[in-house]
């Protein structure tokens, strides 16, 4: 698989609690450079970001990131406010506390207040699979596939440890023809990407690959 044909699935990152303006801005350069699916950013610089591509290049960022224990009525706010920012693409991470309660149908319906208020603009749900056991992982297939999510995110790449070639392939095998697959934390080498993406991820969700060519 050609290099730009990788590059294309990259939601090109920086998530760093520290990161700063100038460090923002050459994320968004790179990634319209490199032709990148998008940048995917925190919140408070989503509305700087989005003047400063001009429509060249989908804005990302993060709802409930990285604990997701928000109330689902804080995650709806971020929503809201991301997209009225300029956000075409949401990437909200579950409360694992619901789901390790089995309150499968709290659990489904926050995602489903989210994909409403998305309305057409992607949406992302990231599952945090290092801290879940099979079994959760295939419940959540279905919830994130019956709640009309654009795609199952493996990871907040703040957590253990991010993307797992066994957990994309698991993911592939239980959720819906609706739902693609974004991989994300770890990733740090153009072999690993496209194994990733052999194996089912439409998206990947790395700084990494850009710097290796830069």
């Known amino acids: 698989m050609e290099r730009q044909e990788i590059l294309k699935k990259v939601d090109h990152t920086l998530l ?18 490199y032709g990148a699916a998008s940048a995917c950013i925190p ?16 804005i990302c960022t993060v709802i ?15 929503t809201k ?7 075409s693409e949401i990437d909200m991470v579950i409360n694992l506390g619901f789901l390790k309660d089995k309150k499968f149908q709290e659990t ?8 409403a208020a998305c309305g057409s603009k992607v949406l992302k749900v990231i599952i945090e699979t290092c801290l879940l056991t099979e079994e959760e992982k295939i419940k959540m ?6 709640a009309g999510a654009d795609y199952i995110k493996t990871s907040t790449g703040f957590s253990a440890s991010g993307a797992t070639f066994e957990d994309v392939a698991l993911m592939k095998a239980h959720i819906g023809s609706n739902v693609k697959i974004k991989a994300a934390g770890g990733i740090a080498s153009f072999e690993d990407a496209e194994k990733f993406i052999r194996l089912g991820a439409s998206r990947l969700g790395t700084s990494r690959l850009i710097h290796l060519l830069k």
């Open 141 to 146: 297939c279905g919830i994130v596939t019956s």
């Open 108 to 115: 489904e319906q926050e995602i489903r207040q989210i994909r």
């Open 16 to 33: 760093a609690p520290t990161a700063t303006w100038e460090e923002i801005r050459t994320i968004l350069d790179d990634a319209m450079a």
């Open 43 to 58: 919140a408070s610089y989503v509305s700087q970001a989005a003047g400063y591509v001009g429509g060249n290049l989908p």
């Open 81 to 87: 406010d991301a997209i009225a920012n300029g956000a």
């Open 64 to 78: 409930g990131f990285p604990n997701g224990y928000s109330t689902t009525a804080a995650k709806l706010y971020e």
